[in-house]
């Protein structure tokens, strides 16, 4: 049933129909399937029909729950109410990380104009000398326009634009603090009360000996807040495949289930001291979600895990666990369909299910261990190892890379983290009553440096860290194909199972072939965009060789680069400094025009020319000399001759194009 309503959510999305349609659709299917449910209840002939009816009916009930959430089905939402001037009220939810320039932030929609709106929008604060914050739950009105969020200007480089629309955030105001202005607000909300508690918290920490990232390291992993991490901290943890220890999600609430479970264990001997238990945790837990600001990873892991408890209060066994894991994630993905798309979902259940079916089958490849300790250690590695084969697809498809000590990163971390959670919240309780005592500050802070100091020594190892691995959506689904079918054939170990799993890896491995294949028969010619400067890049097979007007002779930190050459399985780049001004792609010729102006009466015929470094020509005489088909501009240019050069080339019904504004420029062959 789950992945039918996930098939539905994902056609809704891509290809939205009428909420109208939909509706009629949805009870038809139901009316349909009540009759056949009372044919069925007399013959079993028509089981297949009712099934197949069923699976219709969820995948309409799954289309219809992503367009109830689209913009265009609400009346109310701000962006039926945009114009070029608007006078906006808007309510913050989230402080996000900030950049060089700006703070960021989500916020909620309240008022346009006069008109009363809901929706979530991106808020992006000018950074200034004061550097103050906005707070959590204050209300602020502006003048500032409603924008699109951009797109990216370079192949394979990160939309931040679908990011952020799969979160219902379509807008961004860009603005800075002197154009905004506090208003007050009585609203009442649960996110607005635990701000405040976090604030009052960070306060209390501050008052104490902890260094910038053991504070850091307190925020994020018992308050859910990171954005005080700095970014070699963070760099530090990916590098060493333990960047799921500084967000709250699974990982987190199932240390805390657990914890709680074994504390509490001697109740469950008095009577219904089991259900007593129950009921304490999943207030507990939903108190932390609370606290921590029910971001959407903590509310997750939260009902995953309350009803993980529910289903072993009732039975207590592996199967219970599996089914309560199923029904939380059809119901979160009923409630809140854009959660299909979040990538903290997908590996929170990827990672849980790894675990609750591959763990007992890891562990008992070893006889029992007798002594408590290295038991322990075979538990934590078998532990990281179900989580590692559930998630692996999906970290290598978005993040291309892979930690090999990923192992030793979990197998110490993870024990470490329930210490540092359960401290934690003891630090913080004694901290709020001014009671926390300076050796347990010395404690606390030592166990944190340690922590992080060992993970800076993992992600040093870099001989352990593989990179820049290219993972397509088909071998996406190829790999859970074949991890789904091995594990059934390990389940039984008959020959007809051995058959389909080595039929799955026959596909897996067809599906790497032909994108290969397909890598080395195209080529292709791309002039990137990059600010202030010029990139040009001519594909041949695998490699990839780019002339480029930078200082240095090797560039290095160009992200769009090495993303571009991930997307298209390249294994080499080389780089040239950009000293002609004629390239030859094939059958097409490109002139390049810099700065100088200058060009002289050409012999041949340029198929396109590249105007970069803002040259002082006459645009006109060049069309007319060159009698080109296209003029290109980059990133290199400045805007006022951009439009000044779009006007001349619509003028002489000549095509232009400037990737500022449509993204880098490619041309296949």
Known sequence: MSLFLVLGVLVGFYFPLPLQNLLISGLVALLVL??????????????????????????????LAISLKNPVNIKTHYSHFITENNTVVFQINKQLKPTLYHTKYFATILQIDSKKSIGKVLVNISKDSTNKILEVGKTYLTYSKLAEINKPKNPYSFDYNAYLNKQSVLHQISTKKELIKPIENDNFSLQISAAKIRRKIQKSLLKHNFTKNELGIINALVLGQRQSISKELLSSYAGAGAIHILAVSGLHVGILFMLLGFLLKPIEKIKHGKHFNTIFIISFLWGFALLTGLSGSVVRAVTMFTFIAIGMAVTNNRSSVLHALVTSFFLLVLIHPLFVFDVGFQMSYAAVLGIVLLFPKIESLLPRIKWVFPRKIWQLFVVSLSATIGTLPISLYYFHQFPGLFFLSNIVIVPFDGLIMGIGILVILLS????????????????????NGFIEWVALQEQFLFQNISFSIFALFASYLVIALGYRWWLSIIPKRLITFLIAIL??????????????????????????????????????????????????????????????????STYKKLKTNIIEYKETTMLLVDSLGIYKDLSFKPDIVLLRLSPKINLDRLLKSTKTKLVLADGSNYKSSVYKWKETCLLNNIDFYYTGTKGAFVLKK
């Open 34 to 63: 009540s009759v056949f449910y009372y044919i069925n209840k007399t013959n079993y002939r028509w089981r297949g029909v009712f099934q197949l009816l069923s699976y219709t009916l969820i995948f309409i009930i799954g289309n």
């Open 432 to 451: 709020l009553i001014n009671q926390l005592p300076d050796f347990l500050v010395d404690i606390y802070g030592f166990i944190l440096s340690l922590m």
């Open 507 to 572: 596909v897996f491995q067809g599906i790497l072939f032909m994108e290969k294949c397909q890598t080395e028969k195209s080529s292709e010619l791309i002039v990137f965009h990059k600010s202030r400067n010029t990139l040009i890049g001519i594909k041949q097979k695998n490699q990839l060789q780019i002339f480029h007007s930078l200082d240095s002779l090797i560039p290095t930190k160009m992200r769009f680069v090495d993303n571009y050459s991930i997307g298209n399985r390249l294994e080499k």
